[in-house]
């Protein structure tokens, strides 16, 4: 890997600007996966994941196999998906209810804990060969924390802690949490999954990105299919993106900046869902949490919520969205699904149809902005300017005492923002 010094890092992200290599060079990739992805806390899943002792589920920190799983005496560790013989990734289900992990090559096994349990044929390992050796384990990563049911982790021991970090952000999983009669959420549909030949910096800009949505989505909402035509014969569409005078709704949103690089944008909804279902569940929610914040639940006042550099919270479709770098040009998304715990039923029933309908892999409004990601990967690739204007909203942001920015309308705050942490994570010592 090429050396790159930490002046010509701070060149790459200007007040107003960022410059194209930062989606485009393969070095600079890497180097993301040491400098963020290794020493930062990062989400790895939800403890409903791994609800009993045996259960496991298995993900990637940066390109980092891991496995969360529950030990027999109920902790939920995540440790490194290597076997501590010659190195080959020992559980390749995704998720599953083990006893032992049982790596394939020669047949080492471990316990649940990552603690090595048996190997085959022992006597043949001279005399000096120490297999009670911690390290012939699979291994447990440094830091391991969990926040109402979501677990994160980190591969450095020099991570401050989970709550502080999260800082205001920790209200994005408060309300998700409290939205449940009992206090937390299980992650109970399965998991969309979707990749895309882009950066994973785009997903991430995109997430705070008011501006997109008129452009971006036409083809979702408008009649002609004006944007693009996915299929021959597409005539349909629904307004999403419109009030009911027929507005643009960015025209009265706007994007929240936390520190460490976290985010979020205003809801689009102007009234929370009532009738039917919706007052059983109100009333469970005023049981549980009193009426004020029962209201405040119900209102959810943000339409989603970043945890930099790879978690999403999309409110109204209640789910998780999880990015997950490959290469430098390429990544996966997942989508996870949560159900209130002790909700009726059709709350959960009409999240899953919401999600399938804006967030599949064959959904409307997704596969809209991957159409752009991977527009946006290929006219990179042209050399007539080498940066992307990020200036609108500027000198238009207000900033409170805690730190928090907001911008209002189609500002680029978030995006500026995103890229000012990117830079803080790169050039830390
Ligand atoms: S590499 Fe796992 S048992 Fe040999
Ligand atoms: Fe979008």
């Known amino acids: 890997m090429r050396d790159i010094s930490m002046s010509e890092l701070r060149e790459l992200v200007r007040d107003d600007r960022v410059h194209r290599r930062v989606f485009l060079d393969a070095d600079l990739f890497e180097l993301e996966m040491h400098r963020i992805f290794a020493r930062n806390w990062i989400f790895v899943g939800h403890e409903s994941q791994v609800a009993k002792p045996g259960d496991f589920f298995s993900t990637r920190i940066g390109r980092q196999p891991v496995v969360m799983a529950r030990h027999t005496d109920g902790k939920v560790r995540v440790l490194y998906n290597r076997c501590g013989h010659r190195g080959a990734k020992v559980v390749n289900e995704e998720a599953g209810n083990a006893k032992r992990f049982r790596c394939l090559y020669h047949g080492w096994m471990y316990h649940t804990d990552g603690r090595l349990a048996a190997v085959p044929l022992p006597d043949d390992y001279p005399a000096g060969c120490d297999l009670k050796d911690p390290k012939l384990g699979m291994i447990e990563v440094a830091r391991v924390a969990s926040y109402r049911g979501f677990v994160f982790a980190s591969l450095s021991a020099k991570v401050p802690d989970l709550v502080d970090w999260l800082g205001e ?4 999983l408060d309300d998700v949490a409290d939205g449940s009669p009992e206090g937390e959420v299980e992650f109970a549909g399965g998991c969309h999954r979707y990749e895309y030949a882009g950066n994973w910096k785009h997903q991430y800009e995109n997430l705070t990105d008011c501006y997109h949505t008129l452009s971006t989505h036409a083809s979702t909402v408008a009649d002609d299919g004006q944007q693009f035509h996915r299929r021959p014969g597409e005539t349909g569409g629904q307004a999403e993106f419109t009030d009911k005078a027929g507005a643009p709704v960015i025209l009265d949103i706007g994007v929240y900046t936390y520190p460490n690089g976290h ?3 205003d809801t689009i909804i102007k009234e929370p869902a009532a009738g039917g279902v919706m007052e059983k569940y109100r009333k469970q929610l005023i049981k549980k949490h009193g009426k004020e914040r029962a ?15 790879t978690l999403d919270i999309l409110f ?7 990015i997950m770098p490959i290469a430098v040009d390429r990544t996966e998304v997942r989508i996870f699904p949560m159900r209130f715990k002790g909700a009726p039923r059709e709350i959960f029933e009409n999240h899953i149809k919401y999600v399938n309908l804006t967030h599949s892999a064959s959904s409307f409004v997704q596969s809209d902005d991957l159409e752009a990601f991977r527009r946006v990967q290929q006219g990179l690739e042209a050399q007539g300017t080498e940066w992307n204007l990020l200036a609108r909203g500027i000198g238009q942001e207000r900033v409170n005492n805690k730190g928090v920015g907001y911008g209002t309308r189609s500002s680029e705050l978030g995006q500026r923002h995103q890229h000012h942490a990117w830079l803080e994570a790169m050039v830390r010592d």
Do not use: C, D
């Open 295 to 309: 209201e405040e639940v119900l209102r959810q006042p943000y339409h989603n919520m970043t945890i930099f550099p």
């Open 263 to 265: 985010s979020a944008t």
């Open 316 to 322: 109204v479709q209640n789910v998780i969205r999880v």
């Open 169 to 172: 952000a920790k209200q994005g």
